[in-house]
């Protein structure tokens, strides 16, 4: 068994928190390890609950879209995540304490994934990595930062996304549509500076 395989099966058994009295089963994360691009998200809901896998319900679908149309493949091309690996009752944001109980599961992912860039789906997830001191989601989405000596995006999470459905150019849709293309466009950019050194 491989150290991501033994991690994850830790974690599948994993009762450090009161989630784990409701949860259906933890949802630990999907995607090739290593990998060059990690998303991480806040908390799974019920889709993700049910299915034992991250973003699957319909801001997941929108998600998968959403990459799709800057040429990243789910399934090959990004590992994906969220800070707390049950899901809050009513879908409701994970407590302190909660994603502190979940904390060293996500930074062992990290570790192993060894992602190149890492980008934050939402406020949640922003807090947790870079601190409770950032600014909102709508002035920090779009920045570049560095979080856990990677380069790190944050954007809108797909949920909000789906409450602001429109496409026009300034819409959130549209803006995390141009984050996604600075994603990918620096993907590009660090594989050829991999290839040269």
């Known amino acids: 068994m491989s150290e991501y395989e033994e991690l994850r099966a830790a974690c599948l058994q994993c009762t450090a928190c009161a989630l784990a009295e409701k949860r259906r089963q933890v949802v630990f994360g999907v995607g090739p390890v290593p990998c ?8 799974p809901g019920a889709d993700e609950d049910e299915q034992g896998i991250p973003f699957v319900g319909r801001a997941g679908q929108l998600l998968t879209k959403m990459l799709s149309s800057v040429n990243i493949n789910r399934e090959a091309d990004i590992y994906i995540a969220n800070i707390c690996k049950c899901r809050p009752p009513e ?8 994603a502190n109980a979940c904390k060293h599961w996500l930074q062992d992912q990290i570790r192993l994934v060894q992602p190149r ?4 789906a939402g406020s ?5 990595m870079l601190g409770e001191e ?6 920090a989405r779009g920045q570049w930062t560095v979080c856990e000596g990677i380069d790190t995006l944050i954007i ?4 909000y996304l ?16 141009q984050d996604l293309r600075a994603v990918k466009s620096a993907l590009e950019y660090k594989k050829l500076e991999g290839q040269e050194s």
Do not use: C, Q
Not at 124 to 128: G, L
């Open 36 to 43: 060059d691009l990690m998303l991480i998200g806040e908390a």
């Open 91 to 98: 879908n409701r944001n994970p407590e302190p304490e909660e």
């Open 117 to 120: 860039i890492m980008v934050l």
């Open 124 to 128: 949640v997830a922003m807090r947790n």
């Open 134 to 139: 950032m600014p909102g989601i709508t002035k």
């Open 156 to 159: 809108f999470h797909p949920s």
């Open 162 to 177: 789906l409450r602001n459905a429109s496409s026009a150019v300034g819409s959130p849709k549209w803006l995390t549509w």
